[in-house]
């Protein structure tokens, strides 16, 4: 299956965001799960849905609220009179594609029961252990810092985000055509399944294959140990978010129909893999930051294979 098939069929659901829809494309092939921060109303949700039903996937949606417990996550143990035993009734997280809706209007706890579902892919109910569908695919969104009801979610916990997106409003032609679309029906009944399960993960160890040769691990290496030496960031780019870097820049690769990445690839993915990891002093700029970092390292040779 070409890529760009789903492209297209993604484009006919969210005008306008092909950049944005291609980054999450990319995340979703590297095994990595997609974190959104936007005003309410600009298309999260249908972007999710558009994903799940191109790819054939069971979905779920979870509305984080304070009384959302980790039970309604996970899963509990509940005693079935009938059969005289407990039985597992399955959490939220028991899907293909998961969308957390405004994971930071909820409890710490509850945060970290998704996450921990996230890292491990399995979840454990009074020490029975159950694996997670897969694929297992997490699209989580958060309403900016600052509006009613939120908190931020813990450094530790955006760390385990493969990339930070923001899907900003459509420009004048794509809100036109959004609106368009929307007089008859919704362009989500018309989409047409491009691929299934079974076929993203054979994309998915597609990914796993493209080469990435030691010069560029160096490169890789040398940039995120330089945001770990600034002066004005406190906390630089993980040992996880090189490695998400690393599986972000073969995803783009991928696209480009190359087995092998180049240094175009791991400049294309710096800024949606690393911005949310770096917490910086209050008076700093995140983006212009991480810019000067990566302009102060040299990249390697644009001819590497």
């Known amino acids: 299956m070409n890529s760009n098939e789903l492209i297209v ?25 997609i974190l959104l921060e936007d005003a309410p109303g600009v298309g999260k949700t249908t972007l999710a849905l558009a994903f799940s039903k191109a790819m054939q996937l069971s979905f779920q949606r979870i509305q984080f609220t304070p009384d959302v417990t980790a039970s309604d996550i996970v ?16 959490g939220a997280v028991m899907a293909n594609f998961v969308l957390g809706d405004e994971i930071n209007r909820t409890s710490s706890r509850t945060q970290s029961a998704l996450l921990e579902a996230m890292e491990e892919g399995a979840v454990t109910v009074d020490g029975q252990t159950y694996a997670l569908p897969e694929p297992f695919i997490v699209m989580a969104t958060q309403n900016p810092i600052g509006s009613a009801g939120t908190q931020p979610l813990p450094q530790a916990q955006l760390d385990r985000f493969m990339i930070k997106l923001s899907l900003g409003y459509p420009d004048f032609e794509s809100q036109v055509a959004l609106l368009r679309d929307r007089q008859t029906g919704h362009p989500l009944e018309e989409m047409t399944a ?18 990435i040769v030691d010069e560029l691990l160096a490169y890789i290496t040398r940039v995120t140990i330089a945001t770990r030496e600034h002066a004005s960031i406190l906390q630089g780019i993980s040992p996880r978010g090189a490695l998400a870097v690393c599986q972000m820049a073969k995803a783009h690769a991928y696209l480009a129909n190359r087995s092998y990445v180049i240094p175009e690839d791991v400049l294309a993915v710096w800024e949606p893999t690393c911005l949310h990891r770096l917490v910086v002093s209050s008076t700093a700029d995140r983006a212009t930051i991480f810019a000067d970092v990566i302009a102060s390292v040299p990249t390697p040779d644009e001819q590497l294979a």
Do not use: P, S, T
């Not at 659901?13 to 799960?33: F, S």
């Open 194 to 211: 491009v691929l299934d399960g079974e076929a993203l993960q054979k994309m998915k160890r597609e990914v796993r294959e493209v080469r």
């Open 9 to 33: 069929e993604m484009n006919k659901v969210v005008r306008g965001k092909e950049a944005e829809i291609k980054k999450v494309w990319m995340a979703i092939l590297a095994d990595g799960h």
């Open 75 to 90: 899963g509990f143990n509940y005693f079935d009179k009938n059969k005289n035993d407990f039985v597992f009734h399955a």
